[in-house]
């Protein structure tokens, strides 16, 4: 089986700070591997009191985006969850060069506890932890060093488009790896502050562009979560012909089983 759990449908400054919406980030399965992307404020916590609890112990690999707080609020404590409080050296850590480096949100004690550590760059990969190879997108306009993910398994293709504002070529990068889901943050419905992230009309387009067989939007923020992300994502089902999903605290999305009922 293949999954994302969403210990967190939350982004942005304010939703985190109220926890509207958790800001765990999302623990990933595919078959025995296990990952957790962007371990924000709330992530161990959240794991734990998940219903069946995340095991940190099974973690095969902790992934950031990028460094900001949202993504990378429990990233620590999560490496030394992984790693028995760093008594048993194991597990990969994923993250751009200045999540490591300079001025680390990693910190470099906890980057001692992990078995291996890889700063990644724009358009690389692929990285190999368990069973999945992993790559990187190309850098987002962001305002700290961001890229996202695509994950292959079995034949199961899963891209992650984390924050950054909309430019010519981010969909047509993530269109090239022909994903059958993909997760996108989306946290404005307008953008009226001229900011580094994407808004609905940006999400959309991009979701017309790269043609998943299942969209999932998530990382919302207040104006995001004041219009009915469930609705908006229904109005795009019915609009483009395929699976879309706004994701909420605690959703298990099955990977092959929303991928199949997409495709009949």
Known sequence: ??????????????????????????????????????????????????????????????????????????????????????????????????????????????????????????????????????????????????????????GLRVAYLPCGRFFDGLAEDYARRRPDVLVINVLRFRDSMDVDHLTWDDAQRIVAIVRPKVAVFAHFGTTMLERDPTALAQDVEDRLGLRAIAADDGMVVDLEVETEAATR
């Open 1 to 154: 089986m293949s999954s994302i759990l969403f210990l967190g449908s939350g982004g942005a400054r304010f939703v985190v700070a109220r926890q509207l919406r958790a800001s765990g980030g999302m623990w990933m399965r595919f078959g025995q591997t296990q990952l957790h992307v962007d371990p924000g404020p709330g992530a161990l916590v959240r794991a734990l009191s998940h219903v069946p609890p995340c095991s940190p112990r099974e973690l095969d690999g902790i992934l950031l985006s990028h460094k900001h707080l949202d993504h990378s609020g429990d990233v620590n404590a999560m490496i030394e969850a992984m790693t028995a409080g760093g008594h048993r050296k194991r597990g990969s850590v994923l993250a751009p060069r200045d999540a490591l480096e300079g001025e680390p949100v990693v910190l470099p004690y906890a980057q001692e506890f992990a078995e291996r550590v890889v700063a990644l760059d724009a358009d690389s990969g692929p990285y190999r932890i368990g069973a999945v190879d992993v790559f990187t997108s190309i850098a987002h306009v962001h305002a700290a060093q961001t890229y996202g993910f695509h994950f292959a398994y079995e």
